[in-house]
């Protein structure tokens, strides 16, 4: 039995771990090649390599780079490279799964102890703008292919506040408005947009955050299957959405936790 029900190029943002990781994985099995970016320490690197081995045990390309994101110059040299590997035409799926900003209050004791503009200026960039800045280039380099779908990972933070959230909610939040007017704008070439509200999960990014034991209890005992959302949860839904049959969707905030937003 073949499983393999897609094809083409996926290119994910933030590849080596929480989200990003277990979509790799996913899409490789569902038959899709993986450019995965990822900025990581040497001491990272073999849960890096694992990635790597898994989508090329599924008989999938890998092509990875370790480098910052939110880097213009480094995301010029990702898509130099992609496009000579992948050619024109050729990503149909996107996920920007990018987390790397400020936890400090907006206003704390001091100006130590709170945002600076530096921070938030940071924050905004690398978990929102930079959706818009790859998929500038991904449509003037010709690199999306029809019916291409681009998701990005949101949360509640994007419409609850939470302590020392506020710049990673308003980057949340700023990143759903970046996907509205993507959808807009790029309807007439055929590309679908959407982000993915995932539930609490245990990832990576998640133990950056003050305060996440709590969460963590806090959902275990409020929610309606007793679980948390799981990075695999989110990588099905992603196949799911990435099927010709999904391709009526785009503008949207879809949910994949469970009904934790609205039940728990």
């Not at 035409?89 to 130590?112: D, Q, R, T, Y």
């Not at 003037?140 to 681009?150: E, K, S, V």
Request: hydrophobic residues 45%; proline residues 4%.
């Amino acid at each position: 039995m073949n499983d393999k029900t897609l094809s083409g190029w996926a290119l994910i943002l933030g590849a080596s771990s929480g989200f990003g990781a277990a979509s790799c994985r996913a899409l490789a099995a569902a038959g899709m090649d993986i450019a995965g970016v990822h900025l990581d320490k040497r001491s990272n690197l073999p849960r890096v390599q694992e990635v790597i081995d898994d989508v090329q045990a599924h008989g999938q390309r890998a092509l990875f780079f370790n480098v910052n994101a939110a880097d213009e110059c480094n995301r010029q040299k990702v898509l130099d490279e992609l496009a000579q590997e992948a050619g024109t035409g050729s990503v149909k799926v996107v996920l920007h799964s990018l987390a790397f900003g400020s936890l400090l209050p907006l206003v704390a004791g001091g100006p130590e102890k709170s945002l600076s503009k530096a921070q938030m200026d940071m924050t905004l960039d690398v978990m929102a703008h930079s959706l818009v800045y790859w998929t500038q280039d991904l449509v003037w380099r010709d690199l999306l292919a029809d019916d291409a779908r681009i998701y990005a990972m949101t949360s509640s933070g994007s419409h609850r506040a939470f302590p020392s959230y506020g710049a990673v909610g308003a980057a949340k939040a700023a990143l759903e408005s970046h996907i509205r007017y993507l959808a807009l704008e790029l309807a007439p070439r055929n590309v679908k947009c959407n982000a993915i509200q995932a539930g609490i999960t245990d990832t990576p990014a998640l133990r950056q955050i003050p305060g996440h034991e709590a969460a963590i209890r806090v959902a275990l005992k409020r929610h309606p299957y007793g679980r948390t959302t799981e990075p695999e949860d989110v990588a099905r839904a992603l196949v799911a959405l990435a099927a010709p049959g999904c391709a009526w969707m785009t503008g949207q905030v879809i949910r994949v936790d469970g009904g934790e937003d609205n039940l728990a």
